[in-house]
């Protein structure tokens, strides 16, 4: 290629060398297989987009504008950004994992010396650190910055007073009385168009006592925006009567004061001298019955404390009258509710039993009756979880129990069974929730049972319910069946659903002698089921003189014989495959190089006829894999890819794959131990995924022993040694 103007550009050699080597690299990156990867630990999937975060908790608020996300606008992704404005990132976990994953402090600390003389202390880092700090000091006095402040004291109950309809401060400027709690509301403006930073201290009045999480004293920092006001409050009451002062509250800005409040000198009496007639303490308890219910229809029963008038509900005829006049304005009280009780009112022990959470906990899960309906949906108590993967050890039930091994799976189950033993009869949504777990547990018989029970029409979810009918027709010998649902669902505009109905295309086109493909990148089994398909893979077996080889991905294979006395190594060693690796120190009797069809995945030829009638170790070897055979009589043609974990069975005249093939692994573990490790049968494909379980067996494993066995076309023992990760 010739630059503009016909001159040939000026080529560096070194790039061209670089360039070369890099596509080398890709090259062989390209080439190197993905190794096995074990199951992942079973998951409950529940509707959640943040972590342990339920889905209520869920708004735009999570994650608010504050100084630390300004400093890191400001940074421009800058390398080493730090800022010391990280503790305004902390109103949530989402926040603060975000947060303290951008500033570049280590994930697990260093140990920190630490040395203290005196008053003064010096840290000597081990690791990058941030270093909190706070000391009080003598303030100096600034009038340079203009901040507004307030201090003012009101009655915690009685806080407000409305006039049109307008509410108003109640605040107690004169008398305060002993054992009874107050509150201090103090508000600071900003009247400027510039942001402060500022520093409070606050302080109850000499001679109270704090209350409500309260404090004596406490300083407390803020961001206080342009133009902008912040209110904080806290409580205290007194004691004993007297007169006391307070330390004002004072605002610093850069460790000096730039406001303060007037100081007060609280007057406090045991009993009071005014008495505000018209409050609805006074009311409540002062007031006659008619009194009460004009006061409640002629101001906000919101911003009165109800349960006040708990005491004149004995009377049945106010009863009555106050909670109509209340469930008119569309307001309850626990309290008043529950004398419904008392006087023998069904619809008021109804709303009232509603509420009372304490006392349905102890009612059941479910129940409907004249006085209480406990749905647990709608109360909580009960929600439908998923589990993915989940994968069961035994395909049978052994012993006289069934047993649920994964423990949060257990708790849902019983969770479940305890709702519906509450239940009169099974709705549709029970028993779609039922078949599910059913299938959970690999108890296929019973959850057709109940599938067939739902009526698809009363079903709102219905393609929830059309992909357990397609994922059921597999197990009914009906590939057919499940293609008519799936294919309405190929083109489903979610994409989650899309690839579940895609993938049932997927293994139904394997069944009919299709290539594996994988629809969804993430999924573990879909991409090992596809590497398993594309790996080198050879299977021997020996029948009526006859070597037969089922194999893929090969073109030549050495085949190696040698004379053995079976009986022998046989009764040394149960697992008869570990007989061939003493071979390996020993020259063969004969050896060949057979030429294997590249269009084929079979091949068959005669024995030797000098080992006609010996006893003889065949030992087969290509692209990495060795098998060897001693001679099993049976029709099944297994194909064991040990890289995958899993194994394939079809017939051996036929080719064609065999389903419902009873497969059973036994485990010899590290330290010569030997065990059952799980069992199943094939699917529709002729599949078995003998290593994937959803418990860390595999990690002791160290050798397979597999025996796949059918009623018609006999059995054969396979070994295979655990996948590589």
């Given at each position: 290629?010739?630059?503009?103007?016909?001159?040939?550009?000026?080529?560096?050699?070194?790039?061209?060398?670089?360039?070369?080597?890099?596509?080398?690299?890709?090259?062989?990156?390209?080439?190197?297989?993905?190794?096995?990867?074990?199951?992942?630990?079973?998951?409950?999937?529940?509707?959640?987009?943040?972590?342990?975060?339920?889905?209520?908790?869920?708004?735009?608020?999570?994650?608010?504008?504050?100084?630390?996300?300004?400093?890191?606008?400001?940074?421009?992704?800058?390398?080493?950004?730090?800022?010391?404005?990280?503790?305004?990132?902390?109103?949530?976990?989402?926040?603060?994992?975000?947060?303290?994953?951008?500033?570049?402090?280590?994930?697990?600390?260093?140990?920190?010396?630490?040395?203290?003389?005196?008053a003064k202390l010096t840290i000597h880092a081990a690791s990058p650190m941030i270093v909190f700090h706070k000391e009080i000091e003598e303030a100096e006095l600034s009038e340079g910055t203009p901040i507004l402040i307030s201090q003012n004291f009101y009655r915690l109950g009685d806080r407000f007073r409305f006039e049109q309809n307008e509410q108003l401060d109640k605040y107690v400027t004169e008398e305060f009385v002993v054992h009874t709690v107050y509150g201090c509301q103090v508000v600071l403006t900003n009247p400027t168009s510039s942001p402060q930073k500022l520093d409070l201290l606050l302080q109850i009045p000499r001679g109270a006592v704090p209350v409500k999480n309260g404090f004596y004293t406490r300083g407390a920092p803020m961001h206080l925006g342009a133009y902008s006001t912040a209110t904080f409050e806290y409580h205290f009451y007194f004691p004993a009567p007297g007169r006391f002062v307070q330390f004002p509250v004072h605002v610093a800005k850069n460790e000096k004061v730039i406001a303060l409040a007037k100081p007060f000198v609280f007057n406090v009496?045991?009993?009071?001298?005014?008495?505000?007639?018209?409050?609805?303490?006074?009311?409540?308890?002062?007031?006659?019955?008619?009194?009460?219910?004009?006061?409640?229809?002629?101001?906000?029963?919101?911003?009165?404390?109800?349960?006040?008038?708990?005491?004149?509900?004995?009377?049945?005829?106010?009863?009555?009258?106050?909670?109509?006049?209340?469930?008119?304005?569309?307001?309850?009280?626990?309290?008043?509710?529950?004398?419904?009780?008392?006087?023998?009112?069904?619809?008021?022990?109804?709303?009232?039993?509603?509420?009372?959470?304490?006392?349905?906990?102890?009612?059941?899960?479910?129940?409907?009756?004249?006085?209480?309906?406990?749905?647990?949906?709608?109360?909580?108590?009960?929600?439908?979880?998923?589990?993915?993967?989940?994968?069961?050890?035994?395909?049978?039930?052994?012993?006289?129990?069934?047993?649920?091994?994964?423990?949060?799976?257990?708790?849902?189950?019983?969770?479940?069974?305890?709702?519906?033993?509450?239940?009169?009869?099974?709705?549709?949504?029970?028993?779609?929730?039922?078949?599910?777990?059913?299938?959970?547990?690999?108890?296929?018989?019973?959850?057709?049972?109940?599938?067939?029970?739902?009526?698809?029409?009363?079903?709102?979810?219905?393609?929830?319910?059309?992909?357990?009918?397609?994922?059921?027709?597999?197990?009914?010998?009906?590939?057919?069946?499940?293609?008519?649902?799936?294919?309405?669902?190929?083109?489903?505009?979610?994409?989650?659903?899309?690839?579940?109905?895609?993938?049932?295309?997927?293994?139904?086109?394997?069944?009919?002698?299709?290539?594996?493909?994988?629809?969804?990148?993430?999924?573990?089994?879909?991409?090992?089921?596809?590497?398993?398909?594309?790996?080198?893979?050879?299977?021997?077996?020996?029948?009526?003189?006859?070597?037969?080889?089922?194999?893929?991905?090969?073109?030549?294979?050495?085949?190696?014989?040698?004379?053995?006395?079976?009986?022998?190594?046989?009764?040394?060693?149960?697992?008869?495959?570990?007989?061939?690796?003493?071979?390996?120190?020993?020259?063969?009797?004969?050896?060949?190089?057979?030429?294997?069809?590249?269009?084929?995945?079979?091949?068959?030829?005669?024995?030797?006829?000098?080992?006609?009638?010996?006893?003889?170790?065949?030992?087969?070897?290509?692209?990495?894999?060795?098998?060897?055979?001693?001679?099993?009589?049976?029709?099944?043609?297994?194909?064991?890819?040990?890289?995958?974990?899993?194994?394939?069975?079809?017939?051996?005249?036929?080719?064609?794959?065999?389903?419902?093939?009873?497969?059973?692994?036994?485990?010899?573990?590290?330290?010569?131990?030997?065990?059952?490790?799980?069992?199943?049968?094939?699917?529709?494909?002729?599949?078995?995924?003998?290593?994937?379980?959803?418990?860390?067996?595999?990690?002791?494993?160290?050798?397979?022993?597999?025996?796949?066995?059918?009623?018609?076309?006999?059995?054969?023992?396979?070994?295979?040694?655990?996948?590589?990760?």
């Amino acid at each position: 290629m010739e630059a503009a103007g016909g001159e040939a550009p000026a080529r560096d050699g070194r790039e061209d060398k670089n360039a070369y080597f890099a596509g080398e690299d890709a090259a062989k990156r390209a080439q190197v297989r993905q190794l096995f990867r074990k199951l992942d630990k079973t998951k409950e999937w529940v509707e959640n987009n943040y972590y342990h975060l339920p889905i209520e908790q869920q708004n735009a608020e999570l994650i608010q504008v504050n100084a630390f996300w300004n400093d890191f606008a400001q940074s421009r992704g800058a390398p080493g950004f730090l800022s010391t404005n990280f503790p305004w990132a902390s109103t949530n976990f989402a926040e603060a994992m975000l947060a303290m994953s951008l500033m570049d402090i280590p994930a697990e600390a260093g140990k920190h010396e630490l040395r203290y003389d005196d008053a003064k202390l010096t840290i000597h880092a081990a690791s990058p650190m941030i270093v909190f700090h706070k000391e009080i000091e003598e303030a100096e006095l600034s009038e340079g910055t203009p901040i507004l402040i307030s201090q003012n004291f009101y009655r915690l109950g009685d806080r407000f007073r409305f006039e049109q309809n307008e509410q108003l401060d109640k605040y107690v400027t004169e008398e305060f009385v002993v054992h009874t709690v107050y509150g201090c509301q103090v508000v600071l403006t900003n009247p400027t168009s510039s942001p402060q930073k500022l520093d409070l201290l606050l302080q109850i009045p000499r001679g109270a006592v704090p209350v409500k999480n309260g404090f004596y004293t406490r300083g407390a920092p803020m961001h206080l925006g342009a133009y902008s006001t912040a209110t904080f409050e806290y409580h205290f009451y007194f004691p004993a009567p007297g007169r006391f002062v307070q330390f004002p509250v004072h605002v610093a800005k850069n460790e000096k004061v730039i406001a303060l409040a007037k100081p007060f000198v609280f007057n406090v009496v045991a009993e009071p001298t005014r008495i505000d007639t018209t409050a609805w303490d006074h009311v409540s308890q002062n007031g006659t019955g008619a009194e009460v219910l004009d006061y409640l229809g002629s101001h906000n029963p919101q911003r009165v404390e109800l349960a006040k008038i708990a005491w004149r509900m004995r009377e049945a005829r106010f009863f009555d009258l106050a909670t109509g006049k209340l469930a008119e304005m569309h307001l309850y009280d626990d309290t008043l509710w529950s004398y419904g009780i008392f006087h023998d009112r069904p619809a008021a022990v109804r709303e009232y039993l509603q509420h009372a959470d304490g006392f349905v906990a102890e009612c059941g899960a479910y129940i409907d009756t004249t006085l209480l309906t406990i749905d647990p949906v709608i109360r909580r108590s009960y929600q439908h979880m998923e589990y993915e993967p989940l994968v069961n050890a035994r395909a049978h039930r052994f012993g006289k129990r069934r047993t649920i091994v994964n423990d949060h799976f257990l708790e849902q189950y019983n969770r479940l069974m305890d709702v519906l033993a509450c239940r009169q009869a099974l709705n549709d949504d029970d028993l779609m929730s039922v078949t599910y777990y059913m299938l959970l547990q690999d108890r296929v018989a019973e959850a057709k049972k109940f599938f067939a029970r739902v009526a698809p029409a009363r079903v709102p979810t219905r393609m929830q319910y059309d992909y357990m009918a397609a994922y059921l027709h597999f197990f009914e010998d009906d590939p057919r069946g499940a293609r008519r649902i799936a294919e309405r669902y190929k083109d489903y505009p979610v994409p989650k659903w899309q690839r579940l109905f895609l993938d049932v295309l997927a293994q139904l086109d394997e069944v009919e002698g299709r290539a594996p493909s994988v629809i969804d990148n993430e999924d573990r089994t879909q991409r090992q089921t596809k590497l398993a398909a594309t790996e080198p893979g050879l299977e021997l077996a020996v029948e009526a003189k006859r070597i037969k080889l089922d194999y893929q991905n090969i073109t030549e294979c050495r085949v190696n014989y040698y004379l053995m006395d079976i009986e022998l190594l046989f009764s040394r060693n149960p697992f008869v495959q570990a007989c061939s690796g003493q071979f390996s120190y020993v020259r063969p009797n004969e050896s060949q190089v057979v030429a294997l069809p590249r269009d084929g995945s079979h091949h068959e030829f005669n024995l030797p006829a000098r080992f006609d009638t010996s006893n003889v170790l065949i030992e087969v070897e290509a692209a990495g894999v060795k098998r060897s055979q001693a001679y099993f009589s049976n029709s099944l043609a297994v194909q064991v890819v040990e890289n995958y974990g899993q194994l394939s069975v079809t017939h051996a005249k036929t080719r064609k794959p065999l389903a419902k093939v009873y497969v059973k692994v036994f485990a010899r573990m590290h330290g010569g131990a030997v065990a059952f490790y799980k069992d199943g049968y094939t699917d529709l494909r002729g599949r078995f995924d003998y290593t994937s379980l959803s418990t860390n067996e595999l990690d002791n494993v160290e050798r397979f022993s597999i025996l796949v066995m059918s009623d018609e076309y006999g059995g054969v023992v396979r070994e295979a040694a655990p996948p590589k990760r």
